[in-house]
């Protein structure tokens, strides 16, 4: 009798094997990126960094500027005007760095070099150092390195901080202990601050990332869900135009296995699961996209030269999950539908995606219907309008 036909359930699907070739993202990458876009960084962090640094610039400029009215901060004479021009400059570059809205690494580790610099020129017009120039006006860059620098540059910095509190200090103190020892204060105080915010901006990242990843993840078997087939369905589908090649879809369900599920329990039934999962994980190649798509289905995405090559790589797969056990010795045969496709100039490729996935499912119920546990290829391939939910990551 012929399984009642149920519709593949497209809120799921992928997994990708953790070994990936150079045209491939990375496992833990969100999704393929365009080098250009990565060498302009116009990405929220760069924004947020000319944003941040357009603040602190502005405000720095301002209140440094706020000495040029008051009676005896400032030296007379040469020093006042330089005073006062590397408070304009501050100003200007503030509001450049606001119009322009974006700032890349170099530039950031530049302009807190500039500022190290900057507290040395306000040093060098002040009158009373100890009272109006304090070395905790090297705040501002300190903690701005902590946020946005890398670590090589980090270590650059927090040199850059000791030398400069030493040249700041050094007019203000006869005794080279009591300068050392302030030194050595004002430069681990504010080194201590910088490197605080960056081990929190580290921390930070590594939860955004691994919430990243969770979200791409199916949790019982550890396979990538759905996400994943939407993020990496245009990186497939140009790889395959670019190279000549085709796209195949292979659709496995596993037989019997509410069976399997009502006589054992669903515990029996997860580790069942986990151990195809396993058994896929190690017969798929580097470059194929592997799936959960929910329940006892998978999905297995990839390129190929010909139906052939698809045909070999899907019986593949069928022997594996017929010799897969778990530890109470629970097995499961799969019935697989493939689906092979060209891509073409101009399609949609998260549509095509779900047209190929729709002919692979309808032939894995051609599979069940020839008696389980085999293979069977697709037919003339027919077209849909996709899905809202399909279209979106």
């Known amino acids: 009798m012929v399984p009642a036909r149920k519709t593949l359930p497209h809120s799921r699907i992928v997994r990708h094997h953790p070994a990936v070739t150079s045209e491939d993202v990375p496992r833990d990458a969100p999704a393929a990126a365009d080098p250009t876009e990565l060498a302009q960084l116009e990405l929220p962090e760069g924004r947020l960094a000319a944003r941040t640094m357009a603040a602190l610039l502005v405000v720095g400029g301002l209140m440094g500027s706020a000495n040029l009215f008051v009676d005896g901060v400032l030296i007379a004479g040469a020093a006042r005007w330089a005073y006062g021009a590397t408070m304009v400059a501050l100003l200007v570059l503030g509001v450049v760095f606001a119009v322009l809205g974006r700032v890349g690494p170099q530039h950031t580790f530049a302009l807190v070099l500039v500022g190290d610099l900057v507290y040395l ?40 901080i000791a030398a400069v509190c030493l040249g700041a200090l050094w007019p203000s103190y006869d005794s080279g202990v009591g300068l050392g020892v302030q030194v050595v204060v004002s430069a681990l105080t504010l080194n201590f601050a910088s490197l605080t915010v960056f081990l929190l901006r580290w921390r930070v990242q590594r939860l955004l990332e691994a919430t990243e990843r969770l979200t791409r993840l199916d949790p019982l078997t550890g396979l990538f869900n759905r996400r994943y087939l939407v993020e990496q369905a245009p990186r497939i589908w140009r790889q395959a135009r670019r190279d000549g090649t085709r796209v195949a879809a292979m659709v496995l369900d596993l037989d019997h296995f509410k069976r399997l599920n009502d006589q054992f329990g669903h515990a029996a039934g997860d580790q069942v699961l986990g151990s195809v999962a396993r058994s896929l994980q190690a017969t798929v190649r580097p470059a194929d996209v592997l799936a959960r798509t929910g329940g006892e289905e998978l999905v297995v995405l990839g390129l190929v030269a010909d139906a052939a090559e698809a045909r070999q790589l899907a019986e593949r797969l069928r022997r594996a999950v017929a010799a897969g056990r778990t530890a109470d010795d629970h097995g499961v045969t799969a019935s697989i539908g493939l689906a092979v ?44 309008a996709p899905r809202t939910e399909e279209t979106s990551a």
């Open 121 to 160: 020129v306000v040093v060098l017009c002040i009158e009373d150092r100890l009272s109006y120039a304090t070395p905790l006006m090297l705040l501002f860059p300190a903690l701005v390195a902590g946020w946005f620098l890398e670590l090589r540059q980090m270590c650059v910095h927090m040199v850059v």
């Open 341 to 384: 496709t060209r891509p073409e100039d101009g399609e949609d490729a998260v549509a095509a995606l779900w047209r190929l996935v729709d002919l692979a499912d309808a032939a894995m119920y051609e599979a069940k219907r020839r008696g389980r546990d085999r293979v069977a290829t697709a037919a003339t391939p027919r077209t849909r």
